[in-house]
């Protein structure tokens, strides 16, 4: 009886998510980009975002000289929200209106070095939450018997996936870090081989000089006469 029960429910479920799946399954959206700002120039980036919704920026310089940034968060009014200088990392989360929202990353401070910047956008609560958000339970008949209830499935499959989204956000954001703390390695492990050909080369020229002078301390410098 359980195993027949649980057929049509499964069916309802399915239907009920292919109905509606942009409200049930799209509240939040994570995004993130890696791209390189050369020496001297400044990225500007827009995302469009909703009255009442959440955006959250996160940014980490990966891979440049002193591995730093400016940032600049402004909103569609043109009014700066946040404005940070030769910053190597950041997260920052604001509440939206309507509009086009623009986050520079400025390098125009250094002449020669460029940086590799990582950033990921997190979106909250980007979709509509008013427009016929319960259409789905017309979908449902004969249910009332039953002893879990879609909505409990609903917001099962809903936790698992934040879960999910969460998992994911994280793993992204340690690739970023470890990215970040292998370059810091490689250039480290650069300047250690370089110093260490230098003082080799010092070392070297040292002990020729010292055997030449020891040399000519020794040499007989009279003239034999005839």
Avoid at 45 to 56: D, G, I, N, S, V
Avoid at 108 to 124: A, H, N, P, W
Avoid at 163 to 187: C, V
Avoid at 196 to 217: D, E, G, K
């Amino acid at each position: 009886m359980g195993e027949v029960a649980a057929l049509p429910l499964l069916l309802l479920l399915l239907a009920s998510c292919t109905v509606r799946e942009s409200q049930a399954f799209s509240q939040s959206v994570d995004n993130d980009f890696t791209f390189t700002l050369p020496a001297g120039r400044k990225e500007c980036f827009y995302q469009p975002m909703k009255k009442e919704a959440t955006l959250e920026i996160e940014y980490q310089v990966l891979d440049g000289s002193s591995l730093d940034v400016d940032f600049t968060l402004i909103s569609p009014n043109g009014e700066v929200l946040i404005s940070e200088e030769r910053q190597s990392d950041g997260v920052h989360t604001v509440e939206t209106v309507d509009g086009d929202y623009q986050f520079c990353f400025d390098n125009t401070f250094s002449r020669i070095y460029e940086k590799v910047i990582f950033f990921e956008l997190i979106l909250d609560h980007i979709t509509d939450e008013g427009t016929d958000q319960e259409d789905w339970k017309n979908y449902i008949i004969g249910t009332d018997m039953l002893d879990m209830k879609l909505e409990d499935i609903l917001e099962s499959i809903n936790g698992v996936k934040g879960r999910l989204s969460k998992s994911l956000q994280i793993q992204t954001l340690l690739k970023a870090f470890e990215a970040r703390d292998r370059n810091i390695q490689e250039s480290n492990c650069d300047r250690v081989n370089f110093w260490s050909i230098v003082n080799l080369v010092v070392m070297v020229t040292v002990s020729v000089i010292q055997v030449y002078m020891l040399r000519s301390l020794f040499e007989d410098k009279r003239k034999s006469r005839p």
